[in-house]
């Protein structure tokens, strides 16, 4: 079938599954969106009001599903509005496929109007990226760059189109798609899984009669999936350091929750009576209500998750990567423990904390052989240690003030439930919901952990919030982190997309304030926020419900209105104001060992 490109772009990416886009039209792009209007009953387009939320959504989408969030962009400044989103993606691992528009074929090179080299920008924040020059190799490029965002490490990948690409015509070959793969890929896959060289996997993959579908780009998708994968000595090992440590901790990181090992994990934890640390990441990856869960480690950890993993004689980090705010000093951290580290990434290993023993592979999979292997039951020496820890908790917890955060946040979680999914920007607004907010369930807890990505929120939560229509979405979020995406209340409202918004308004840039005062001498520069936008006249100018919120029963009374709107299908927001010197604790102070931490 001759299909102009633009055509074969979104029957590539109807075929492979997705349905839903987040965008913003622009010149180079036109075509692509003239098929949008006409297949718009096959595959549907979110309008938002910047790129730079497009993939905030699209990842958003992805996390909340585990599927590839799609986001689309045009040319010049349209596809570098993109690169925060794409970066915030990269540093979490999250599966995102951003495509772009550019100047025609003749102009590229030559400074044209909106070019971009976007290709040579983003380079070091993708898995891969590919500028299409042919048409006929356009739907193998789509295919292969699903494959690529989900496989081993999901990550972003970008597809850059000419405008000319997409204007003139070429063959349209429907193949089976990522989730109904192509034999050849998967014949590919299973070699290269299963430790065959890619010269195995291109053997097998040319004996199959649907290669040409992807012709040679299955050859190099092959190669470059060759990875080292777990060997029986691997797991052996792994089971004597689990058999023979007294005082073992988990480490958990959002891998468990990428590969679906939370049961494993569970079991492990069990068998060894051991406690359960967990990065930001990897919030829902266990329990919080588990008696084994320990909360938070690192700059911001529960002191019960600080002191046992400092006190371990065996740390057991898995899909994890000892992250600087995880681990604070490299060289005062868990200094007397063996450490253990299961990833499917072999560059994590060994990047920032040395381990004594590893293994790569997928989580779900390596655990599992580990299970195979242990007793049922594995006596530690743990003999009450976590639970006295866990009595402490900074006094701020329970500080009497009008409108605490724990409040808010406790609150808002008996009313939604544990089917809620919980989004959240970035400062001070963001531990308060990793530390009080009662997550039980993976993929119900997005935040930006890596690049920490003040206004990442809003457009996360549409993304969620689009991709998951019958769960609660709410978004706890900063006014510093809100004035920042609030453009995109325009989008909830067009779309009538009925999501909760909390705001914690202290006027100030709260975490930034909480340096200042610790470490600054209270010298405030520039982070003070009072005067304007009065949020909830700006809510009501995009058409939502707005509700303030100054103490704790004007708070319940506006959580009891914006619930209604949301039953009814609108967004509510509510401005909730705090004490402008409410303060995160615990906290480690930079360059200090993680259990020497602030408590008040």
């Known amino acids: 079938m001759q299909y102009s490109g633009a055509r074969i772009l979104i029957e590539a990416l109807i075929e492979q599954g997705v349905d839903t886009v987040f965008g913003y039209p622009g010149g180079t792009v036109l075509f692509i969106y003239d098929e949008l209007f006409k297949h718009q009953d096959r595959i549907r387009h979110i309008l938002v009001s910047h790129e730079q939320h497009a993939a905030h959504a699209a990842d958003g989408y992805a996390r909340s599903t585990g599927k590839v969030g799609v986001c689309i962009a045009t040319s010049g400044p349209g596809a570098t ?342 989004v959240t920007d970035v400062g001070q607004h963001q531990i308060w919901t990793a530390q009080f907010y009662p997550v039980t369930q993976p993929r119900s807890f997005l935040t930006s952990g890596g690049l920490g990505t003040m206004g990442f929120g809003l457009g996360a939560a549409l993304g969620a919030k689009v991709a998951n229509p019958t769960r609660p979405v709410v978004l706890f979020t900063g006014d510093g982190c809100f004035r920042m995406n609030c453009t995109e209340m325009a989008t909830l409202g067009v779309y009538t997309v009925p999501l909760l918004m909390v705001i914690f308004n202290n006027k100030t840039l709260g975490m930034v304030r909480q340096w200042q005062s610790l470490f600054y001498e209270a010298r405030y520069s520039e982070t003070d926020l009072d005067g304007p936008p009065d949020f909830v006249k700006l809510a009501d100018a995009y058409g939502l419900s707005g509700y303030p919120a100054d103490d704790a029963v004007s708070f319940i009374d506006a959580l009891d209105k914006a619930l209604q709107d949301i039953a009814a299908g609108r967004a509510a927001l509510i401005d909730a104001h705090i004490d402008r010197d409410e303060k995160v604790f615990p906290m480690v102070p930079g360059g200090k060992p993680i259990d020497e931490q602030i408590l008040a």
Request: charge should be negative.
């Open 81 to 422: 509005n993109l690169v925060t989103g794409i970066a915030t993606a990269a540093m979490d691992s999250s599966p995102l496929v951003a495509i772009t528009g550019n100047v025609s074929l003749p102009l590229l090179g030559k400074d044209s109007f909106q070019e971009v080299d976007i290709t040579g920008i983003t380079m070091p924040i993708v898995k891969h990226n590919w500028i299409v020059k042919e048409v006929n190799e356009l739907a193998e490029i789509v295919r292969e760059a699903f494959i690529v965002a989900q496989s081993g490490r999901p990550g972003p990948v970008l597809i850059d189109i000419p405008k000319d690409i997409t204007a003139i015509t070429g063959e349209w070959v429907p193949g089976k798609g990522w989730g109904k793969k192509t034999s050849a890929t998967i014949s590919a896959d299973v070699l290269v899984a299963g430790g065959k060289t890619a010269g195995d996997a291109r053997e097998a993959a040319e004996s199959q009669g649907d290669y040409a579908v992807l012709g040679a780009r299955a050859r190099r998708l092959a190669e470059r999936n060759e990875r080292p994968t777990f060997t029986e000595e691997d797991i052996d090992r792994a089971v004597v350091m689990l058999r023979e440590a007294k005082r073992p901790v988990f480490y958990a990181g959002g891998g468990v929750i990428i590969s679906g090992a939370r049961g494993e994990l569970i079991q492990l934890a069990e068998r060894l009576n051991a406690p359960v640390a967990l990065s930001l990441m990897g919030i829902g990856a266990f329990p919080q209500d588990h008696r084994l869960c320990t909360g938070l480690i690192g700059m911001h950890g529960t002191v019960a998750s600080n002191k046992a993993v400092q006190q371990a004689d065996l740390l057991v980090a898995i899909g994890a990567r000892f992250s600087d705010r995880v681990t604070s000093r490299t060289d005062a951290f868990a200094k007397s423990a063996q450490v253990l580290h299961f990833d499917i990434d072999p560059a994590e290993i060994n990047k920032n904390v040395q381990a004594d023993a590893w293994v790569i592979g997928d989580i779900k999979k390596t655990l599992g052989e580990t299970l195979k292997k242990l007793p049922l039951e594995i006596a530690t020496e743990w003999k009450g240690n976590i639970e006295l820890w866990k009595e402490k908790v900074p006094e701020a917890h329970h500080r009497d003030t009008a409108l605490h955060p724990r409040f808010i946040i406790e609150e808002t979680a008996k009313r939604l439930g544990y089917d809620a999914i919980v």
